[in-house]
C-alpha cells in the first residue's frame, strides 16, 4: 500500500469520524451523552460549551475529508488531525491520571483517538521525510 493511499484512508475515516461526532454533538449532544452514561442538563452554558468544541471537529472532519480527496491538502489536514485527536488524547490521559477510570465508551474513543492520532503523525512524518507537499 502507497503511502498516499494510506494518507487517503487515514484521513477519510479520521474525518467521517470527526464531522459525525462533531455534528451529533453540535445537533443532539445529550443523545452522544446519554451513550456514555452523562446526562446533560440542558442549560445554555452547559450546551454552549459543548458545541463550540463540536464545531471545531465538524471543522476538522471536513479538512480531513479534504486531504483524503485533494491531496494538496493532505499535509494541513495530516496536522490538523494530529492535533486534534492527539490533543483529545491527552486530554483524557490527564483525565484518567486525575479523575479514575471513566465509562467503557470513553475508554475506547481514547484508544481510538490515539490511534487515529499516531496514524496520522506517522503519516505526516513520512510526507515530511519524502518532502511530499502535494
Given amino acids: 500500500m502507497t503511502a498516499n493511499l494510506m494518507t487517503r484512508i487515514v484521513l477519510a475515516l479520521a ?3 470527526a464531522l ?25 452554558s452547559q450546551l ?8 471545531l471537529l465538524v471543522l476538522t472532519g471536513l479538512v480531513g475529508l479534504a486531504g483524503s480527496t485533494w491531496l494538496k491538502w493532505a499535509t494541513a489536514a495530516l496536522q490538523l488531525t494530529v492535533l ?7 486530554g483524557r490521559v490527564a483525565s484518567l491520571a486525575l479523575d ?16 487515529i492520532g499516531v496514524l496520522a503523525l506517522g503519516l505526516l512524518m513520512v510526507r515530511n521525510r519524502s518532502g511530499a507537499s502535494a
Fill in 84 to 90: 486534534v485527536f492527539l490533543g483529545y488524547g491527552v
Fill in 100 to 115: 479514575g477510570i471513566p465509562s467503557d465508551s470513553l475508554v475506547l474513543a481514547m484508544l481510538i483517538e490515539w490511534g
Fill in 15 to 17: 474525518g467521517l469520524a
Fill in 20 to 44: 459525525l461526532i462533531g455534528a451529533t454533538l453540535l445537533l443532539d449532544p445529550q443523545a452522544l451523552y446519554a451513550g456514555s452514561g452523562l446526562v446533560l442538563d440542558g442549560g445554555a
Fill in 48 to 55: 454552549s460549551e459543548i458545541r463550540a468544541p463540536a464545531a
